[in-house]
């Protein structure tokens, strides 16, 4: 399979005024489309500084990121997280004033797809994650946390990109709505042929994986597939 994303001795180091700390040294991966990826380890290992970096966030230190083989250096990553590269979080980040179909359509808004579009799309994108119609018109607070997972799915969705990258996406959830939310990454890998690379700490998340890798102290590793 082709390779979407590729790590080659990725290295980060934080610095400050008094000390540098290196927070990923020497990373080697690589992420295909199709597959669903788990990245674990103890919190203050990297895992999150890594998600960074493959969302473009900030670039490597030493080493390389590539995205079908352009450097991240020089993209443009700010298109790139736009167009291509979607975050989903712990936390949800929804917009607390929109609607739920207002969420979804907000990505698309941005990259100026009509408004008439943009919610026929939306409505096919909350249908895809199971949300009903009853509540499109409502707002974030007034739905469940795993209901506002799966809006946060749909946003991400709406995007148009090809690689999903998920912060501890089940972490606030319930163990049947962690259930809901596990089944929806493997479907969007596995049927609808995204990259779906999740950092988290929950052994079901990464039982459901494809490939998983492990971070300590900065080092990544294979530990499955």
Do not use: W
């Amino acid at each position: 399979m082709e390779k979407i994303i590729e790590a080659v001795n990725v290295t980060y180091i934080y610095q400050t005024k008094y000390q540098k700390t290196k927070a990923l040294s020497e990373v080697n991966c690589s992420f295909e489309r199709g597959k669903m990826y788990a990245i674990t380890g103890k919190s203050g290992s990297g895992k999150s500084t890594f998600l960074s970096l493959l969302a473009g966030l900030d670039v490597p230190t030493e080493g390389m990121l590539t995205v079908e083989g352009e450097d991240m250096r020089k993209m443009n990553r700010d298109a790139y997280r736009l167009n291509r590269a979607s975050v989903i979080y712990q936390a949800f980040h929804l917009f607390p004033l929109l609607t739920v179909m207002e969420n979804v359509m907000f990505p698309m808004e941005l990259q100026h797809i009509p408004s008439k579009v943009a919610k026929a799309k939306a409505r096919e994108y909350l249908d895809k994650v199971g949300l009903p119609e009853t509540l499109y018109k409502k707002r974030p607070g007034m739905i469940s946390g795993g209901e506002q997972q799966r809006v946060a799915i749909a946003r991400a969705v709406a995007a148009g990109g090809e690689i999903l990258l998920a912060d501890e996406p089940t972490g606030n959830l319930d163990s049947q709505n962690e259930k809901v939310i596990v089944e929806l990454l493997c479907k969007l890998a596995h049927e609808d042929n995204y990259a779906v690379i999740v950092v988290t700490h929950n052994d079901a998340v990464a039982a459901a994986a494809d490939v998983v890798y492990g971070m300590t102290d900065g080092v990544l590793s294979v530990v499955r597939g």
